[in-house]
C-alpha cells in the first residue's frame, strides 16, 4: 500500500515548525547553564522535554514530505572545505 | 601650605566625581570591575526568561499558522495538541516572570523601566571586547571536526 504523501505546503511549514522546535531545544539546554534562578532553570528543563517530545513526532510525520531522502547518522563530508 | 592644601582638595573633589559618575552612569567598558557585576543575575535571569517567553509566544504562531496550511489528519491532529502544549507553556513563563518581578503586564511604568534599563545594560554589553579575536579553535580537534 502507498503511503499518504503530505501536500507541498504542509511539508514547507512543517520544515519550518522543526527547525524552529529544533532551536528551542538547543537554546533551553543551553541556557540551563547560564541561569541562577532554579525555578526559571526547571521550567526550562520542562521545554527540554517537552520540545524533544514534539520534535520526534513532527520528524515521524516529515518523513512522509514528497521532497524525503535517505540521510546518514552523521555529516559525512564537510559542508565548506 | 595653602598650595599643598589646595591640590589635596582638588584629588578629593576629583575622586568624589569619579565615584558619582561610576554610581550614575554604569557606563563602564571593563567587564572585570565589580561595578559591573552589580545585579548580574537578576538582569541575566530577566533576559533569558524574555527570551524564553519570545520563544514560546513565536511558537504558539507558527504552529497556528502550520495548523491552517494543513489538511492531513494526522498533523493536524499533532499540531493541534503542540498548540494547546505551547499555548500552557506560554502561560507558566508568564506567570513565572509576574512572580519574580521580571514583567509587570498590568503597571506599564514599570515594564518600561526595566524595558529601558534592559536595553542600556544590553548596549553596555554590546559595546564590550569580551572574546578574543580569533575564535577558530578548529585547530583544537584531532582531525576535521565534520569527518566520520
Not at chain 1, 525555578?39 to 517537552?50: F, P, R, T, Y
Not at chain 2, 520563544?55 to 503542540?82: F, H, M, W, Y
Not at chain 2, 518581578?101 to 536595553?119: G, I
Request: aromatic fraction near 6%; include cysteine.
Amino acid at each position: 500500500m502507498d503511503i499518504q504523501r503530505l501536500a507541498p505546503h504542509e511539508s514547507v511549514d512543517l520544515h519550518e515548525i522543526i527547525n524552529f522546535k529544533t532551536l528551542c531545544v538547543a537554546k533551553s539546554k543551553l541556557m540551563q547553564g547560564l541561569v541562577f534562578d532554579q525555578d526559571l532553570k526547571a521550567l526550562m528543563q520542562k521545554d527540554v522535554q517537552q520540545s524533544i517530545q514534539d520534535l520526534t513526532e513532527l520528524q515521524a510525520i516529515y518523513e512522509r514530505a514528497p521532497f524525503e531522502a535517505p540521510f546518514p547518522e552523521s555529516r559525512p563530508t564537510p559542508i565548506l572545505n | 601650605m595653602n598650595a599643598h592644601l589646595l591640590k589635596l582638595l582638588s584629588q578629593k573633589v576629583a575622586l568624589h566625581q569619579f565615584s558619582i559618575e561610576r554610581k550614575v552612569s554604569h557606563l563602564n567598558h571593563d567587564y572585570l570591575d565589580p561595578i559591573n557585576a552589580l545585579n548580574v543575575p537578576e538582569m541575566a535571569d530577566m533576559t533569558f526568561a524574555m527570551d524564553f517567553l519570545m520563544r514560546a509566544k513565536e511558537g504558539v504562531r507558527n504552529t497556528a499558522i502550520a495548523l491552517t496550511e494543513s489538511a492531513s489528519p494526522d498533523l493536524r491532529a499533532l499540531l493541534r495538541k503542540q498548540l494547546m502544549q505551547g499555548i500552557a507553556m506560554h502561560q507558566e513563563i508568564t506567570e513565572l516572570m509576574i512572580k519574580k518581578k521580571w514583567f509587570h503586564p498590568y503597571e506599564l511604568r514599570e515594564q518600561y523601566k526595566l524595558d529601558q534599563l534592559s536595553a542600556n545594560n544590553t548596549i553596555m554589553i554590546g559595546n564590550m571586547k569580551l572574546f578574543p579575536g580569533e575564535t577558530n579553535r578548529k585547530g583544537m580537534f584531532d582531525r576535521t571536526p565534520d569527518s566520520l
